[in-house]
């Protein structure tokens, strides 16, 4: 399975993903869904979505073991320097991760830049230089990448 085209499909499947909903992608003849979580799903019955024919759930900066999973940030970044110490907050999180959750951590690490406070204030540029940082730090210790806004 090429996780390229799957990073590709999952960042544009999930530009329009803001709560709890089915992720999916389909690339080289192979289908998988997931689902987007972050803290303002309250809580989530893993269990419940695995039996429901989910195969990952995208989570932020979060774990729990028994089903695949990528993670993402969600940027505040209003420099290169602000990108710079996101990346390495993510670096240093996914560093604790057991060996159990590392082998289930199959998905890309994203980089979520859709709050409007840095989109109203911050020109196209600006903000693809702060992703393209992040990324390249992340890339740079390992792990695969995406943007997604």
């Known amino acids: 399975m090429n996780k390229k085209i799957i990073s590709i499909i999952l ?6 993903c803001t709560v709890i909903i089915p992720v ?6 192979y289908y998988i869904s997931g689902v987007d979580i972050s803290e303002h799903n309250d809580n989530v ?3 419940a979505l695995k039996a429901q024919g ?4 995208m989570i932020r900066l979060a774990v729990n073991a028994g089903m695949n999973f990528g993670v993402y940030l969600y940027s505040y970044a209003f420099n290169s320097a602000e990108a710079q110490t996101e990346a ?3 670096i240093n999180t996914l560093s604790t991760l057991s060996q159990e959750a590392k082998a289930l951590m199959t998905y890309p ?4 830049i859709e709050d409007s406070s840095i989109s109203s204030k ?12 992040f990324t390249s730090l992340l890339s740079q210790n390992g792990y695969d990448t995406m943007v997604y806004s």
């Open 24 to 29: 999916s992608a389909y690339a080289d003849n």
């Open 11 to 16: 960042s544009l499947i999930m530009t329009i």
């Open 122 to 133: 911050l020109d196209k540029n600006a903000i693809t230089n702060n992703a393209l940082l």
């Open 109 to 112: 690490v994203a980089y979520d």
């Open 54 to 57: 989910h195969s990952f759930v």
């Open 45 to 47: 019955d893993l269990s």
């Open 88 to 90: 390495q907050f993510t």
